[in-house]
């Protein structure tokens, strides 16, 4: 990849795809159906004579309309796409129809949408082209049943409403279940201030993965933190919806607006706390990789060490970062190379300062003259062993940086998943109707962290829904052996560098950095001690750590355990094949203590090159 990008290009452009395959899932409506309010049920299925478009419910009352797979040439034709869904589905539910009319009308969208497909992807534009004739196929009575159980509960659910409302749907036909559906009112979502929530689903390589992660959302990420901070993230991002969806205009109230937006001192210290502390154990674990040829790490920028640094002094400088100052930097406007993450922002706020990861993935030779007494062959043989040893150390920092977000994910799931499923199998059971959630919450192990559920996939918001062992086995059984052979050693000195006590030190210095910030915004005249505020934002740090040196001393063992060997899946602990696994929200049976929500994740896709590629869940992009 050129790291001479410039932020002139689309960012579609930037992206290398094999498999140019897309999946679309747009949030688009709310209703008050308390039997509706269950996520994850299909309520039907619009099918054109080519494919599947479905309406599925979703978290908060909503509907979701979710495409069948789309080929596209490009990321800039898919979202094109998108878009144009985005914008008439709004235009849709203003009018508060009934679910048929919206039906109706989606199935008009449909057509217009594959009519289009001859500019999007000639080659496949007949593929993409409907017949006159619609199917609508509801969900049957049985199957809607069926799913009104507590994995599928939400927390918007009214549960003895929604009981209540079983015990007729008992009794009705699959007609008066119809149309039940059809004549469901609809209105404007009343999630993310009233705007529809899209979501784009493609491949990519481990490599484009990290490329997107590291220079494209953390910087959004990281550049959404400073506008909470300046108190004007609800304006901004507003701003910045409406501006990409043409035509779209607010329809909700001020009230309904800063009810949704009311973002509280806690978001932005969790969020902080999570982003930075991800970022220097990643560079730890680069760090043990010791490139001495074209780069040199760099140590200690602007390191909270010790007591050099004055903590009062490096709040009033994070304060003082102007949104333009960010945005010129990395590149959001037309000015300046597209370089990531700032490292002088980066030391503002405390950080270490991350080499760029494009500096480990495009490393150069230093062009040296030989000496004399060296041969050519000895100087080929040289220059040859050391492109491996780049190649393969390349390799190493795109795994490792995955890694972290593994065993991260992996130790929140661990605590945050069973116990929310629990949560909401108390929730559901009949016998505790009249009791409180306090009083639930006491049955519920590590309860303090439920909330953490799907904390990671909103936090870039980038979910990579390849697992692990799919990702090692994809390098290490490479017909390369002299890679696979060279990659091992460097990562496991990689996970090695990240131990616990090294994860330790760098949550403790962040949550010290972050009492600070609260004294010096004194903010403990709030309701809440720091001690208490704290445990919003990491609940137990004893247990976090405990569950993620269990995630990464499993890691370590099983790829011990099959160096040499013939690299399989279940040689990692994996237990079951992804194509059959139990997809009920939140189940983790038999799942490693590295993998979070193994309910979203997907085997590889097979492209017929080297270059394996993996599912990859843009959120509100």
């Not at 688009?28 to 996520?39: E, G, P, Q, R």
């Not at 560098?497 to 010096?520: C, G, H, P, Q």
């Not at 279940?570 to 490693?592: A, M």
């Not at 193994?598 to 097979?606: G, Q």
């Amino acid at each position: 990849m050129d790291s001479n990008r410039t932020p002139n290009k689309k960012k579609a452009e930037l992206i290398e795809q094999h498999t140019k395959t897309f999946g679309i899932e747009i949030e688009f409506c709310t209703h008050k159906s308390a039997i509706l309010s269950y996520t994850h049920i299909e309520v039907c299925k619009i099918k054109d004579g080519v494919h599947e478009w479905k309406i599925e419910t979703d978290a908060d009352f909503t509907l979701e309309l979710v495409s069948p797979i789309l080929v596209f040439d490009n990321h800039e034709a898919a979202n094109e796409c998108k878009r144009i869904l985005v914008k008439e589905l709004h235009e849709i539910v203003k009018s508060r129809p009934t679910l048929k009319v919206c039906i109706d009308n989606i199935q008009v969208l449909i057509k217009k949408i594959s009519s289009m497909f001859r500019y999007w992807n000639i080659d496949h534009a007949q593929e993409y082209q409907p017949t006159n004739a619609f199917k609508i196929e509801y969900i049957t009575r049985e199957q809607l049943l069926k799913e009104l159980d507590f994995h599928n509960w939400d927390i918007s659910t009214k549960w003895q409403e929604a009981e209540d409302e079983k015990k007729k749907f008992l009794r009705i036909t699959q007609q008066d279940l119809e149309n039940y559906i059809n004549t469901l009112k609809l209105r404007v979502s009343q999630k993310h201030g009233g705007m529809p929530s899209p979501q784009l689903n493609l491949p990519m390589s481990l490599k484009a993965y990290v490329w997107y992660s590291a220079y494209v959302k953390e910087p959004t990420a990281w550049r959404r933190l400073l506008l909470l901070s300046n108190n004007d993230f609800k304006a901004e991002w507003v701003k910045k919806r409406i501006q990409k969806i043409s035509g779209f205009e607010a329809t909700v109230t001020d009230s309904e607006m800063n009810k949704d937006f009311t973002v509280k001192v806690t978001d932005w210290f969790k969020y902080w706390f999570w982003l930075v502390s991800i970022r220097e154990l990643t560079e730890k674990a680069l760090q043990s990789l010791k490139y001495k040829d074209g780069y040199e790490w760099r140590e200690n920028l602007g390191s909270r060490k010790g007591n050099t640094i004055n903590k009062h002094q490096l709040v009033k400088e994070w304060q003082h970062i102007t949104l333009a100052e960010f945005e010129s930097r990395i590149g959001i406007t037309n000015k300046g190379n597209y370089k990531g993450l700032p490292i002088e922002i980066v030391k503002k706020i405390g950080n270490n300062g991350m080499l760029p990861v494009e500096h480990y993935w495009e490393l150069k030779e230093n062009s040296e003259e030989n000496s004399e007494e060296e041969s050519k062959e000895e100087s080929e043989e040289k220059l040859e062993k050391k492109l491996k040893e780049n190649k393969a150390k390349s390799v190493v920092s795109s795994l490792l940086y995955l890694i972290v977000q593994k065993l991260i994910a992996g130790a929140l799931g661990v605590l945050s998943e069973p116990a929310q499923l629990k949560f909401q199998e108390l929730k559901c059971d009949p016998n505790n109707a009249k009791k409180s959630n306090d009083i639930l919450l006491r049955d519920v192990p590590n309860a303090n962290f439920r909330d953490y559920h799907s904390f990671l996939k909103d936090l870039t918001p980038l979910w990579f829904k390849g697992t692990l062992a799919d990702v090692l086995l994809s390098v290490l059984n490479s017909s390369d052996t002299d890679l696979t052979n060279l990659v091992l050693p460097y990562l496991i000195d990689g996970i090695k560098a990240i131990n616990r006590d090294v994860a330790k030190k760098i949550l403790e210095n962040n949550i010290a950095f972050l009492e600070t910030m609260y004294s010096f915004h004194q903010l403990e005249k709030n309701s809440k001690n720091w001690k208490s505020f704290q445990q919003e934002f990491v609940p137990s740090l004893e247990e976090f750590l405990k569950q993620y040196e269990i995630g990464r001393v499993d890691l370590l063992r099983h790829i011990g355990e099959s160096e040499n060997n013939i690299w399989q899946l279940d040689r990692f602990g994996y237990d079951g094949n992804l194509e059959t696994k139990d997809n009920k929200f939140l189940q983790r049976n038999g799942v490693p203590p590295w993998e979070g929500r193994w309910d979203t994740l997907k085997p590889p896709i097979d492209n017929l090159t080297e270059e394996k590629e993996f599912l990859v869940e843009h959120r509100n992009n």
